[in-house]
């Protein structure tokens, strides 16, 4: 069964300081992953996209890591700020041909306390 | 370039009302696809409309339905609500031209249904 499952399910730091969020599929076939910022009472908005091949990708102050092996992504945010808090949400696709299916996590709440 | 819309931004029915959102995408965008988002489910996806045919459809029940006009703005029907009916209801859009896995959708702010 096509899973994505996401930890920690909620997570609190102080302003400045790192964190890593990861997560976990069991996906197949593998076609990306992607990592999601979403914002109290906004949409979801792409950060990163990373194929089978790529084990790193960054944005800014966000670096998402992919172990294909271990079937393992990560978000690591570096010197967090206040905006940064929201919901961090892991998408797995699974593409065979032209039929493409989005295997969604459930999402790390993130707070930034100043 | 406008975002994508949606409204209402927030609509309260009661147990067996019908509702319609709305989405607007992108302009140029032509695939629309809707989910939708409760805390313990995570996004749900619905269904995808692309040049105004129904592409993919998610698990839901007949009582979700939806339709794309000719110039890519969708609506959302639920006939019949249910208290299990509330969430928050995403439409997101993308230029569709290859129903490719690595193509970005762009997600509007969503419509907050609340049912009583």
């Known amino acids: 069964k096509n899973q994505v499952e996401q930890s920690p399910q909620s997570l609190i730091i102080l302003e400045g300081k790192n964190c890593t969020l990861q997560?976990?599929?069991?996906?197949?076939?593998?076609?990306?992953l992607r990592w999601y910022k979403q914002d109290t009472g906004r949409g979801p908005v792409s950060l990163t996209i990373?194929?089978?091949s790529e084990n790193t990708k960054s944005n800014g102050r966000y670096t998402a890591t992919l172990d294909a092996d271990t079937k393992q992504s990560s978000l690591h945010i570096t010197a967090s700020q206040l905006s940064d808090s929201a919901s961090y949400i892991c998408?797995?696709?699974?593409?065979?041909?032209?039929?493409?299916?989005?295997?969604w996590g459930l999402g790390t709440s993130l707070a930034v306390n100043p | 370039k406008a975002g994508v819309t949606q409204t209402p931004r927030y609509l309260i029915k009661t147990r067996g009302q019908q509702v319609t959102l709305s989405c607007s995408p992108i302009s140029g965008h032509r695939s629309v696809s809707w989910y939708q988002q409760t805390p313990g489910q995570g996004l749900q996806f619905l269904f995808e409309?692309?040049?105004?045919?129904?592409?993919n459809k998610g698990n839901f029940p007949g009582r979700f339905s939806g339709r794309q006009f000719s110039n890519s703005r969708s609506e959302m029907n639920v006939s019949t609500l249910e208290l299990g009916d509330s969430a928050l209801y995403l439409c997101?859009?993308?230029?569709?031209?290859?129903?490719?896995?690595?193509?970005?959708?762009?997600f509007g702010p969503g419509t907050r249904l609340l049912v009583l």
């Open positions: 409309y692309f040049s105004e045919t129904q592409r």
């Open positions: 997101a859009s993308s230029w569709g031209r290859q129903q490719g896995p690595s193509e970005t959708q762009y």
């Open positions: 997560c976990n599929y069991t996906v197949s076939p593998f076609s990306n």
């Open positions: 998408v797995v696709s699974a593409s065979a041909g032209n039929n493409r299916k989005l295997i």
């Open positions: 990373m194929t089978f």
